[in-house]
């Protein structure tokens, strides 16, 4: 079979990463096409997509002839505007985290997606929520379905960066990071969020002046499992991820850096995750090597728009939360029987 032709949508950090990812790792594929309107970030992606044609609009691109499938990577307040086209002409689309900024954009995508379907015959959207595709959350999960430390009653949660830039915003400490978690919350415990709470800790000081943090957010799931996360994007030692889960019968903890730990000259220690790129370097791979291979099965193997529109919806409440410190009630639409 024929290598699988993607058009990579957003050449900055993250679709930089995946052109790399998919010419040097992922098999069954190539990058075709680098769609980005900067031209230095465009070259500096070109260079490592031999062959690769370069547009300034996915629509050009699709008219081209060049493209099977699209993998978009610009920030999320772009997304809409590149997955019409795409689900326009029928093509197999990994959409980058969130699907969109809001529930109202994601329920016009899932209408989009459902008439295009209805054409093809299968879902289109996959979105990039990697951390499904992790080792550790993986094992987690199992270990959560078989019981056998018995059931689970709460999960606490840390997610560290050691620093954002200038154009972090509050509502990002949401929409763009503690995201990762309504998704991962919600996939550990096969269960809906219900309500969000957001409390204040103690402001960090050498947070960028507009940001107000770290924060500690209470996700109250459907099942009664509740998860703690705290959200810290200025703690300055690395970028960390961890989670425990308290079950009836034991604890379980995943998250802590792996390397090599040197006892020297009477201290020991080791080398934090730097980013993102480093701690979920081989979820990523994986996510997409999956979404490779099931696109050439006419399938998707992951999140769906449906799991991006729930994750929007209660991103949604949980910016409500922050601003207003109350606990604010999750409100979804009935799912539409195309996603069940």
């Known amino acids: 079979m024929p290598d699988l032709k993607i058009a990579v949508v957003g050449a900055g950090l ?3 990463d995946h052109v790399i990812r998919i010419t040097e790792r992922i098999a069954g594929a190539r990058v075709s096409v680098i769609v980005e309107p900067d031209e230095s970030r465009a070259q500096a992606a070109l260079a490592h997509a031999p062959g690769a044609m370069h547009f300034t609009k996915l629509e050009d691109a699709l ?3 060049v493209v099977d499938a699209v993998l978009i990577a610009t920030p999320g307040q772009f997304h809409e505007p590149v997955l019409f086209p795409a689900l326009a002409a029928g093509i197999p689309i990994l959409c980058e985290k969130p699907l969109t900024p809001t529930p109202e954009a994601s329920l016009r995508i899932l ?6 379907g209805a054409v093809v015959g299968h879902k289109l959207i996959q979105v990039g929520f990697m951390r499904r595709f992790d080792a550790e959350y993986i094992e987690l999960r199992d270990l959560i379905v078989a019981g056998t430390a018995g059931e689970l009653l709460a999960l606490n949660c840390a ?3 050691g620093m954002v830039p200038d154009s ?3 509502s990002m400490l949401i929409e763009d990071s503690v995201v990762h978690e309504i998704d991962v919350v919600r996939f550990l415990t096969d269960s809906p969020i219900v309500a969000i709470e957001v409390k204040h800790g103690k402001r960090n000081t050498l947070s960028p002046d507009h940001l107000n943090e770290p924060i500690f957010v209470l996700l109250y799931t459907e099942s009664g499992v ?3 996360v705290e959200m810290n ?3 300055q030692f690395g970028y960390q991820v961890k989670t425990e889960a308290v079950f009836q019968k034991g604890i379980a903890e995943i998250g802590r850096t792996a390397g090599m730990t040197l006892w020297q000259d009477g201290r020991y220690g080791g080398v934090e995750n730097a980013s993102f790129k480093t701690r979920f370097a081989a979820a990523y791979d994986n996510q997409i090597q999956r979404w490779v291979n099931a696109t050439k099965r006419g399938e998707i193997d992951g999140p769906s728009a449906w799991d991006g529109y729930l994750a929007s919806a209660a991103c949604a409440a949980g910016v409500t939360a922050l601003t207003t410190s109350e606990l604010v009630d999750v409100v979804y639409v009935e799912r539409p029987a195309f996603y069940n």
């Open 233 to 235: 994007v200025s703690v």
């Open 168 to 170: 972090y915003t509050n």
């Open 14 to 16: 993250m679709g930089a």
């Open 159 to 161: 997610h560290r960066n």
């Open 63 to 65: 008219a081209a002839g």
């Open 226 to 228: 509740l998860a703690n």
């Open 111 to 116: 209408e989009a997606e459902q008439a295009a």
